[in-house]
């Protein structure tokens, strides 16, 4: 068994054992190497987590907002921690109470898991992208996020080609089928999601490439 399979296995585990005796309505944190995780995502972000052995030891907090503008999750670095060498870099992974768009409004508890998994490993994919930048580039990458579409169609993809390359294929494609099927959101959202992100068919195509390598 390769390294990456031992470690999936033993922090899902981990994880599942942290979450005996909890209600899963529960917003108390469990604390569990590097990571602050609300006990109601514990399962979902453990398996997310799974997924990336090389932030096994990156400080990553998951925290809940009332609500977030125009996102259902959002991952930064904190800002106290840019300045410092990589290692010693913490991120935090803000995520909305209520998915909110539209008009619709969605609690997270109603969220299938598997499409709260591949939210989560998107956000991760981010990440995994801000974790291989120094931090002047991490400033760079903040302010052009910010300032230009395209900028935001190079990050999204980016994290979304982190969680398909890290064998989130099925969580990734049920996320996407979730928003683009979904009969309460309005075509313009969904063609923002078309256009920023990955599409189904770019995700297969993916995998393709990926297994013929």
Do not use: C
Not at 23 to 35: G, L, P, V
Not at 102 to 129: A, F, Q, R, S
Not at 166 to 171: G, L
Not at 190 to 213: F, G, H, M
């Amino acid at each position: 068994m390769q390294y990456s399979e031992i470690f999936k296995t033993i922090l899902v585990i981990s994880l599942y054992s942290l979450t005996i005796n909890q209600t899963m309505a529960s917003f108390d944190n469990i604390h569990f190497k590097n990571k602050i995780i609300p006990s109601l995502i514990i399962n979902e972000a453990g398996t997310a987590l799974s997924h990336y052995p090389e932030l096994e030891k990156v400080s990553i907090e998951f925290k809940f907002k009332s609500s977030l503008k125009k996102s259902f999750m959002k991952a930064q670095p904190k800002f106290s921690s840019i300045f410092r060498s990589k290692k010693n870099r913490s991120y935090v992974i803000l995520m909305s109470e209520t998915f909110k768009i539209d008009g619709m409004k969605l609690p997270i508890t109603d969220i299938p898991k598997n499409v709260l998994i591949g939210w989560l490993g998107h956000e991760l994919g981010h990440i995994m992208d801000y974790h291989t930048r120094s931090s002047l580039n991490l400033i760079l990458f903040g302010v052009q996020y910010w300032i230009s579409p395209n900028y935001i169609r190079e990050a999204e993809r980016a994290a979304d080609t982190y969680a398909v390359t890290h064998a989130m294929k099925d969580y990734i494609l049920a996320t996407k089928k979730f928003i683009l099927n979904h009969s309460s959101l309005s075509e313009k959202y969904k063609a923002r999601i078309r256009r920023l992100y990955l599409s189904p068919d770019e995700i297969l195509l993916l995998v393709k490439e990926q297994e013929a390598n």
